[in-house]
């Protein structure tokens, strides 16, 4: 399999370095007045761990997210960053519900997601998308492109008619930089980052209001990030879509996120607009976070302090009591490790949960 | 959304050569010749069974009783037996009978093990857990006492045998089945069918029976096989299909009995046929598993 030519265009944006923190700003509309269109209040998804097969008896809980707020504006997009296992796929699997949540509430269109029948979720689910991490196993490889982009529709019944259908999936693969010919095409004859591509096509196929992206960008290599980060900012601005963006790589987020919010083992810690959180972090753990972010810079990487968190991330089967993060807080005092701090607005619209601060 | 349509995309389509089926199969019998030899068994079965009429040189049900227990001859190329039938006229009508019980006993069987297992897989849970049971029990079995127990519920005849050994087939595909689709089932293109609200039965038949499909057929190529030799067991044991149709079990069994030692040629080669049948289905089915699975295949 040998990818097309690179048109010039592409070309340049290959030889490009992956987008830079600050280097490259999106124009941020004013978002402040614009309506709220999902909340997540106090959200909890606790796995019990459990012991014996034919009679299960429970020996503990996973809090894997562990009561956390926010809200989305329409045509916001908000960044979910953590370490690996803080919580933040959960987070976003359970607004899909593909995992039911243990308590809170998931407000969407004035409905709670969570205790929602089938038959009512099922016609909310139009609406909210989802793009995976894995663009080789995100798409079902008995499949053709063109039938995978469809089948949303066909389900929702959004285009009935297959005349329709069929030309909506050709608009939909150019809207994301395929070549409509990729329809009659299996997933195993493309490539990672067209396979994306393809991922987005069937999350917008629906015309959603709402998109998950899980880890979008990923598994994908840097100059294809690249390309998928412009689509996705794109797409944002065509369609007026809403993006919950979950992620590890600080940059990117900055890039294309309007606010952050930083999760560690099952709660958020600390959530503020983007440039604030970048400028101005007041939680020792985003502090960290920042720092472990290499500049490319030789000079300045010699010279700058950096703060390595000592010790790994606790179990969240017993996570430590008071402030979760406080056995390896540089800045932790004997209060923390008895009180949960409250999750409090420090400045307007900068949250942290932090009683150091 | 014109704008967008007019722009070139990006990405275009290569097109790629398509391989000739000649040259695939030429391809297939070099790099697997024992496969390939295991192909050329079944084919030749085939060929007996459906040009039957051409190739026996003989009625495969008349008697004659003045040509008893002839030697292989000319005019008799195995020989006649008991009742003066020639021998290689019923070896070739008994491939149909074989062929017969085989494939739809092993299809059907392995067909409903197939959405038994996708279906437990996917519900999983108490479901899965008390589904696996129930299999571990009929598997608990083995195949020929299984089968021995349907017939003696419905009786003989070569409907009932297709039966019988149809269900002893379904848990082994079932259990085997399962554990592919347990894999499947946490993959991401099943939590996009279920983030998009698909019923239960279009996840099951669209988005995990297709990707469990190398199994699945792997099952059925060792099935036939196994099926054809349950089949002539039963015949010989006079459960199975009843004369004076042609099958091979069954002209073993009045072979070897009595004439073991004054005619041979009688069971010898009835044998020597179910013999073949059941090597040339395996070899083909380890082909098949070697095709199939990507992990075994090296290319």
Redesign the interface.
């Known amino acids: 399999?040998?990818?097309?030519p690179a048109?010039p265009?592409?070309m340049s944006e290959a030889g490009a370095p992956p987008p830079q923190a600050g280097a490259a700003t999106a124009p941020r509309q004013r978002l402040a007045d614009a309506p709220t269109l999902i909340t997540v209040r106090n959200l909890k998804m606790h796995f019990p761990v459990t012991e014996g097969?034919?009679f299960p008896r429970l020996v503990g809980q996973v809090k894997a997210v562990d009561g956390i707020s926010f809200a989305i504006r329409k045509g916001e997009t908000l960044g979910l960053v953590g370490e690996s296992g803080c919580g933040k796929t959960t987070t976003g699997?359970c607004i899909?519900?593909?995992e039911h949540a243990t308590g809170g509430e998931i407000l969407f269109d004035g409905k709670n997601l969570i205790d929602l029948d089938r038959k009512s979720?099922?016609a909310l689910?139009?609406k909210?998308?989802?793009i995976?991490?894995?663009p080789y196993?995100?798409?079902?490889?008995?499949?053709k492109i063109g039938d995978i982009i469809a089948?949303?529709m066909l389900?929702?019944g959004t285009e009935p008619d297959k005349a329709a259908r069929d030309a909506r999936v050709m608009?939909l693969?150019?809207?994301c930089?395929?070549?409509?010919?990729?329809a009659d095409?299996f997933p195993h004859e493309m490539s990672g980052g067209?396979r994306q591509?393809v991922g987005i096509a069937?999350a917008l196929s629906?015309r959603p209001e709402f998109i998950i992206c899980d880890e979008a960008i990923s598994a994908l290599d840097v100059s294809i990030q690249a390309q998928i980060i412009n689509l996705l900012e794109d797409l944002r601005e065509q369609f007026g879509l809403t993006y919950l963006f979950i992620a590890h790589d600080l940059s990117v987020v900055r890039h294309l996120c309007h606010r952050v919010a930083v999760m560690y083992l099952g709660k958020i810690v600390e959530m503020a607009d983007c440039d604030e959180l970048y400028g101005n972090p007041l939680h020792p753990y985003t502090q960290a976070l920042l720092a472990a972010v290499p500049i490319p810079d030789p000079e300045i990487e010699k010279t700058r302090a950096h703060h390595i968190v000592k010790g790994e991330v606790p179990s969240p089967i017993n996570p430590p009591s008071g402030c979760v993060f406080h056995p390896r807080c540089p800045s932790a005092v004997a209060e923390c490790s008895k009180s949960v701090p409250e999750f409090r607005e420090v400045k307007p619209g900068h949250f942290v949960a932090c009683s150091v601060i | 959304?014109s704008a967008?349509?007019d722009?070139?995309?990006?990405?275009?389509?290569?097109e790629?050569p398509k391989t000739g089926l000649l040259l695939r199969m030429l391809q297939f019998s070099i790099r697997n010749p024992l496969g390939a030899a295991g192909a050329l068994v079944i084919v030749i079965m085939f060929v007996m069974a459906l040009l039957a009429d051409f190739i026996a040189p003989y009625d495969p049900v008349a008697n004659a009783f003045d040509r008893l227990h002839q030697p292989p001859s000319a005019e008799n190329w195995f020989g006649t037996d008991q009742f003066g039938r020639d021998v290689f006229s019923r070896i070739v009508y008994g491939a149909r009978t074989a062929l017969l019980v085989g494939f739809v006993s092993s299809v059907v069987g392995a067909t409903i093990g197939l959405v038994l297992g996708v279906a437990s897989a996917y519900f999983g849970g108490r479901v899965d857990?008390i589904f696996q049971r129930v299999l571990d029990i009929f598997m608990a079995f083995p195949l020929i006492i299984m089968a021995l127990a349907v017939i003696a519920i419905f009786g003989t005849g070569a409907q009932n045998v297709i039966i019988a050994i149809t269900i002893p087939f379904i848990p082994r595909c079932a259990r085997v089945v399962r554990s592919a689709a347990l894999s499947i089932r946490e993959?991401?293109?099943i939590?996009?069918?279920?983030?998009?609200?698909?019923?239960h039965s279009?996840i099951i038949l669209?988005?995990m029976v297709?990707?469990v499909?190398a199994p699945f057929l792997i099952m059925i190529t060792a099935f036939v096989g196994q099926a054809i030799l349950l089949e002539a067991s039963l015949s010989y044991l006079g459960l199975g299909v009843q004369e004076p149709t042609p099958a091979w079990g069954l002209m073993l069994q009045g072979g070897a009995e009595e004439y073991a030692e004054s005619a041979p040629w009688i069971a010898i080669f009835p044998g020597i046929a179910i013999s073949l049948a059941v090597f040339g289905f395996s070899l083909f089915g380890d082909a098949v598993r070697d095709e199939l699975d990507p992990k075994l295949r090296s290319q």
């Open positions: 399999m040998s990818m097309a048109t265009a592409e097969a034919l699997r899909l519900r593909l979720m099922n689910r139009r909210i998308q989802v995976f991490q894995d196993s995100s798409l079902n490889p008995r499949m089948e949303p389900v929702h608009e693969l150019r809207l930089g395929l070549d409509p010919r990729f095409r067209q591509r069937r629906v | 959304m967008v349509a722009v070139r995309p990006e990405i275009e389509v290569v790629r857990l993959l991401p293109y939590d996009a069918a279920r983030a998009n609200g698909f019923s279009r669209r988005h297709p990707n499909m």
